[in-house]
């Protein structure tokens, strides 16, 4: 709401599946936190994800300490339990790998600890093993002799 709240450090906030542990004193003001059990996130991080998100309406202040992203059987799809992770999008852009996934059945989840300065906007969770994106910075290829020389970088 627009008055906010504050949660405290080490004291716990769950929200229908997310668990947020901060470290530090975690302020949210006019934030408004919503479940969405959808393959509707825009725009999408790289690879497949579970077909449940959490956002929050206005990228939130940097939080410090243990996320943990609960998730049921019918909202894997494809994937496989046991090997997700976490993926946060900040304003900007979409980082992932983080977690350990215990998939267990009926009590599977993803837990991120030792998260720092890091700032929320939408959460879900990926396989571990998908595509990473990247960015090419060049590609060049030379004949030499018989062969060709690839050389190429990226960001």
């Known amino acids: 709401g627009s008055d906010g709240m504050t949660v405290k450090a080490n004291e716990v906030l769950h929200f229908d599946g ?3 542990t901060p470290t530090s004193d975690f302020t949210l003001t ?3 936190l919503t479940r969405t059990d959808d393959y509707t996130i825009s725009p999408a991080p790289t690879g497949t994800y579970i077909k449940r998100y959490f956002s929050f309406s206005t990228t939130t202040p940097a939080f410090a300490g243990t996320i943990r992203f609960s998730y049921a ?3 894997l799809g494809s994937l496989t339990a046991g090997n997700l992770k976490l993926n946060i999008r900040t304003a900007s852009a979409w980082t992932g790998g983080f977690g350990t996934d215990v998939g267990t059945g009926g009590g599977s ?3 991120a600890t030792s998260l ?3 700032r929320l906007n939408t959460l879900t969770l990926a396989d571990a093993n ?3 994106p990247v960015t090419w910075q060049s590609f060049t290829a030379e004949k030499q002799g018989s062969a060709s020389l690839l050389k190429w970088s990226t960001a």
């Open 130 to 132: 998908g595509a990473l």
């Open 109 to 111: 989840y993803v837990e």
């Open 30 to 32: 006019s934030t408004t």
């Open 73 to 75: 059987g019918a909202t």
């Open 18 to 20: 997310l668990t947020l």
């Open 116 to 118: 720092s300065s890091t």
